[in-house]
């Protein structure tokens, strides 16, 4: 899997960045370039966090359920790791407001209203970048490992 980890890292960056643009252009009442191609981005989803939860499952096996998030993105830079739980937040208001906004409407038809692919959007970006700061952390953990192992006397014998 480590070999994976910076494709899919790459996969999820990319992921988040097309959902930010998604979430920035409906934020701003706009019709999404590309019309229904946006809901791949919903399928996109499950290309980079079914292997990020496989990777970070080895990592929760003895940690407490209230310290997972913070055992999971441990080896990200302070910076992100802030980054990665004000999302989180901004996720949940986002959410609220979604819900506020489109409930009592009549269901739409044809192409998503800007609030619909909003409130998509912010889970969108959740998830993809839960899933980039999961490979980041993965990948700073095996340099480091590695970097361990080749200096003299590092290997366990």
Not at 22 to 27: C, E, G, I, R, W
Not at 54 to 63: A, P, R
Not at 109 to 118: D, L
Not at 120 to 131: L, N, Q, R, V
Request: charged share 15%.
């Amino acid at each position: 899997m480590r070999v994976l980890t910076y494709p899919f890292m790459l996969i999820a960056g990319v992921g988040f960045l097309l959902s930010l643009i998604a979430h920035l252009v409906a934020l701003f009442g706009k019709s999404i370039p590309g019309g229904g191609l946006v809901w791949a981005l919903h399928v996109g989803i499950f290309m980079v966090w079914i292997p990020a939860i496989l990777i970070s499952k080895g990592k929760l096996d003895h940690v407490p359920a209230q310290r997972q998030l913070d055992a999971v993105i441990a080896e990200c830079p302070g910076w992100m790791r802030r980054a990665i739980k004000i999302l989180f937040a901004y996720a949940i208001v986002n959410f609220l407001l979604f819900i506020i906004s489109t409930t009592g409407h009549p269901r739409p038809t044809g192409s998503a209203p800007a609030a619909v692919i909003r409130g998509f959007s912010g889970h969108w970006m959740i998830f993809y970048s839960m899933a980039f700061v999961t490979f980041y952390s993965e990948a700073k953990s095996s340099r480091a490992k590695r970097e361990v192992q080749d200096r003299p006397g590092g290997r366990a014998s």
